[in-house]
Nanobody
Framework: QVQLVESGGGLVQTGDSARLTCTASGRTFATMGWFRQAPGKEREFVAAFRKGGYTYYSDSVKGRFTISRDNAKNTVLLQMNNLKPEDTAVYYC??????????????????WGQGTQVAVSS
């Protein structure tokens, strides 16, 4: 049985850093990443790490967030720096085998974590 377990997040202040961790069990995946959903907004792509070391970011987090992967632990990490109030959202870990053109689409991922809250106060 595949399971994605997230940890990290919480309440931070503007300009702070935080790190999210997601560990997959049951199998390995070509791509692991993160989406987020803010209150009243649609779920949006944040970052992804594709097999081979390829990383992808949304424009809103590029330069502030870094995604990395520990293959030995089947874990993906999201280091978030210089956090802003607009980063406040529930962050979801995702895993799957999306084709490159669909990598930023939520529908391309079969497996989702339960979500972890990140709240950035101004």
């Amino acid at each position: 049985q595949v399971q994605l377990v997230e940890s990290g997040g919480g309440l931070v202040q503007t300009g702070d850093s935080a790190r999210l961790t997601c560990t997959a069990s049951g199998r390995t995946f070509a791509t692991m990443g993160w989406f987020r959903q803010a209150p009243g907004k649609e779920r949006e792509f944040v970052a992804a790490f594709r097999k081979g070391g390829y990383t992808y970011y949304s424009d809103s987090v590029k330069g502030r967030f870094t995604i990395s992967r520990d293959n030995a632990k089947n874990t993906v990490l999201l280091q978030m720096n210089n956090l802003k109030p607009e980063d406040t959202a529930v962050y979801y870990c995702v895993a799957g085998q999306p084709i490159l053109s669909a990598l930023r689409l939520s529908s391309a991922y079969n497996y989702w974590g339960q979500g972890t809250q990140v709240a950035v106060s101004s």
